[in-house]
């Protein structure tokens, strides 16, 4: 089973931009499908992007879609996170996921391995 260590997560300005990173563990990272999600205080878990195995399927919520871009590198068992054009609302602890399903996964329990989260906190 994989194993997810998120990193890059910090503190920005609004309209900034940062760069997450999520590595794993193993040798089968190219056989899951992988999400970020996020939760800020006091509010439940959220989805915010996916990527299918091979990386020819991207999608996003649509709130932050035209700012964030979810990509892989499967050769260095990574998943990235691109944040542009931040927002105050952005703020939250954000988590990589991997699934074993597939199609879009949009859902929490869609995934098994979840990374420990890294804080992502904009600034206004």
């Known amino acids: 089973q994989v194993q997810l260590v998120e990193s890059g997560g910090g503190l920005v300005q609004a309209g900034g931009s940062l760069r997450l990173s999520c590595a794993a563990s193993?040798?089968?990272?190219?056989?899951?499908?992988m999400g970020w999600f996020r939760q800020a205080a006091g509010k439940e878990r959220e989805f915010v992007a996916g990527?299918?195995?091979?990386?020819?399927?991207?999608y996003y919520a649509d709130s932050v879609k035209g700012r964030f871009t979810i990509s892989r590198e499967n050769a260095k068992n990574t998943v990235y996170l691109q944040m542009n054009s931040l927002k105050p609302e952005d703020t939250a602890v954000y988590s990589c996921?991997?699934?074993?399903?597939?199609?879009?996964?949009?859902?929490?329990?869609?995934?098994?391995?979840w990374g420990q989260g890294t804080q992502v906190t904009v600034s206004s």
């Open positions: 193993g040798r089968t990272f190219s056989s899951y499908a």
């Open positions: 990527i299918s195995r091979s990386g020819d399927s991207l």
């Open positions: 996921a991997a699934s074993s399903s597939y199609g879009r996964l949009e859902r929490a329990y869609d995934y098994t391995t």
